[in-house]
């Protein structure tokens, strides 16, 4: 059975950093594509980075030079680092991939929270 658990998340000012972890039991994260996506209150989740099954990592415009997404395939984990932070970054973020999504699986997510 796929599990995806997102940690990490928090409460932050705004300038501050946090590093979100997304672990996974019953699928392999090594040389498969991940991304993370997040979900602001009323609005669409969205994706935010993804690494690719070569290691290439993709950045949506917002967060270019403050995200950056790597992971550790003996902990089968990848990570988020997020630097910078502003209020608009503030959402539940998740890590997922692609066969999952087409599945309609979802972790929790982890609450980030950028107060100004």
């Known amino acids: 059975q796929v599990r995806l658990v997102e940690s990490g998340g928090g409460l932050v000012q705004a300038g501050g950093s946090l590093r979100l972890s997304c672990a996974a039991s019953g699928y392999t994260f090594s040389n498969r594509f991940v991304g993370w996506y997040r979900q602001a209150p009323g609005r669409q989740r969205e994706p935010v980075a993804s690494?690719?099954?070569?290691?290439?990592?993709n950045y949506v415009d917002s967060v270019k030079g403050r995200f950056t997404i790597s992971r550790d395939n003996a902990k089968n984990t990848v990570y988020l680092q997020m630097n910078s932070l502003k209020p608009e970054d503030t959402a539940v973020y998740y890590c997922n991939a692609p066969i999952l999504i087409t599945s309609g699986y979802w972790g929790q997510g982890t609450q980030v929270t950028v107060s100004s």
């Open positions: 690494i690719s099954s070569g290691d290439i990592t």
